[in-house]
């Protein structure tokens, strides 16, 4: 089995600046972060995870169901 890996942005401080490839991988980072995080506001909103009791399996190919029928809906 693969070992999970968690990918963070870069920070910067007083006495530290990024540099330009940094920065970029923040950006690319960003791009991919923007809709998974919008796409949790929707749950939220609607309440599902709230009241969810059951295999997170299967709880995933649920939401993953929720949210490709709301951004058909969305994008019509």
Partial sequence: MLDPV????????????????????DRVLAVGRAPVEHDSAHL??????????????RATRLLRALLVLTNLEVNR
Avoid: F, Q
């Fill in 44 to 57: 939220k909103n609607w309440r599902t995870l709230t009241k969810l009791r059951t295999d997170p399996a």
């Fill in 6 to 25: 968690i990918v963070t942005g870069y920070a910067a401080s007083r006495t530290h600046k990024l540099t330009l490839g940094e920065k970029e991988a």
